[in-house]
Nanobody
Framework: VQLVESGRGSVQPGGSLTLSCAAT????????IGWFRQAPGKERGGVSR????????SYADSVKGRFTISLDNAKNTMYLQMNDLKPGDTAVYYC?????????????????WGRGTQVTVSS
């Protein structure tokens, strides 16, 4: 399985950006996929996840109401719509996937990781 991220960019505070993560080589329809992020000098932490079977979602408190995660099951592609971006959202964002399990936003564990994509929020 490979996770291919896209959508890196630089935006001003209050702006929007959409990240996508395509999972190739995936043979199971039961998985949990989401995003973690790591800011300079900080540990990597969970941002959001979505489960493939029931579409249930979870968000870190810091992004609730601003970020929306969605999943196109037919394409095995997950999207993160990020609105009202703040400088504190600046980080490298990593796509992560767990097969037949739950992606835990509070544990830095996944079966597969993407290479990361840079998001910069600055005026």
């Amino acid at each position: 399985v490979q996770l291919v991220e896209s959508g890196r960019g630089s935006v001003q505070p209050g702006g929007s950006l959409t990240l996508s993560c395509a999972a190739t080589g995936l043979t199971s329809d039961d998985y949990s996929i989401g995003w973690f992020r790591q800011a300079p000098g900080k540990e990597r932490g969970g941002v959001s996840r979505i489960n493939s079977l029931d579409g249930s979602t979870s968000y870190a408190d810091s992004v609730k109401g601003r970020f929306t995660i969605s999943l196109d099951n037919a394409k095995n592609t997950m999207y993160l719509q990020m609105n009202d971006l703040k400088p504190g959202d600046t980080a490298v964002y990593y796509c992560a996937l767990v097969i037949r399990g739950l992606l835990n936003l509070y544990s830095d564990f996944a079966d597969y990781w993407g290479r990361g994509t840079q998001v910069t929020v600055s005026s």
